[in-house]
């Protein structure tokens, strides 16, 4: 089963754009991360952000976490052509076992 | 360093057989994880292998089975294959850090097409 569900499916945008997408998910988690999937090829890590922390940055990625909500959210600014894929988040919970459970994933089309 | 290297790339099988998949993680790392990933289903864990054993298993059934080696790498084989087994199956190592799981770094994955 998936443990996170992701907020849009599909989200297409003009390039230099932001970039939105949500993921929420049920259980107490220790820490949630995100990745990147160019079609049909493997997972690329984008940003982990721990149970503990609200905001991380990197690059033109930003996450926020509100645990009291089970919610998360990934931003991309300035979108480009080349930001075009997949994007999934994913939780962690010790008392889970060690695995990672993804959402469905949001497809994001970046128009050049 | 090298990244995680799954093989092969492509392979196409028929109902009834039997396939076994390769899988070998970033040096150093000692965590192996398999994932099947299908557009209906999305991305599924199979299981975890660490320092050649298993840690953790999917809802899959008994016909998906994996083991780990003393270097770390890993195979998957799944016996008596269906059409619905076509799917991508991807591998991720992660190098075992503190409290919490590390990032996990992905191969290519392994398209399985069964006719």
């Known amino acids: 089963s998936q443990q996170g569900e992701e907020d849009p499916q599909a989200l297409s945008i003009q390039e230099g754009e932001n970039a939105t997408m949500n993921c929420s998910y049920k259980?107490?988690?220790?820490?949630l991360q995100w990745y990147r999937q160019n079609s049909g090829r493997g997972l690329v890590h984008l940003i982990l952000?721990?149970?503990?922390?609200r905001e991380k940055h990197s690059g033109r990625l930003r996450v926020t976490l509100d645990t009291s909500k089970k919610s998360s959210s990934l931003l991309i600014t300035a979108s480009r052509a080349a930001d075009t894929a997949s994007y999934f988040c994913?939780?962690?919970?010790?008392?889970?076992?060690?695995?990672?459970?993804f959402g469905g994933g949001t497809r994001v089309l970046v128009k050049p | 360093k090298a990244g995680v290297t799954q093989t092969p790339r492509y392979l196409i099988k028929t109902r009834g057989q039997q396939v076994t998949l390769s899988c070998s993680p970033i040096?150093?790392?000692?965590?192996v994880s398999w994932y099947q990933q299908t557009p209906g289903q999305g991305l599924q864990f199979l299981f975890e292998?660490?320092?050649?054993?298993?840690?953790n298993k999917g809802n899959f059934p008994g016909r998906f089975s994996g083991r780990q080696f003393s270097n770390s790498r890993s195979e998957m084989n799944v016996s008596t294959l269906e059409l619905g087994d076509s799917a991508l199956y991807l591998c991720?190592?992660?190098?075992?850090?503190?409290?919490?799981?590390?990032?996990?770094?992905f191969g290519q994955g392994t398209r399985l097409t069964v006719v």
């Open positions: 991720a190592s992660r190098e075992m850090g503190g409290q919490g799981a590390a990032e996990a770094f």
């Open positions: 292998y660490f320092s050649e054993t298993q840690r």
């Open positions: 259980t107490s988690i220790n820490n």
């Open positions: 994913a939780t962690f919970t010790m008392a889970a076992g060690n695995k990672l459970t």
């Open positions: 952000i721990r149970s503990n922390e």
């Open positions: 040096s150093g790392h000692r965590s």
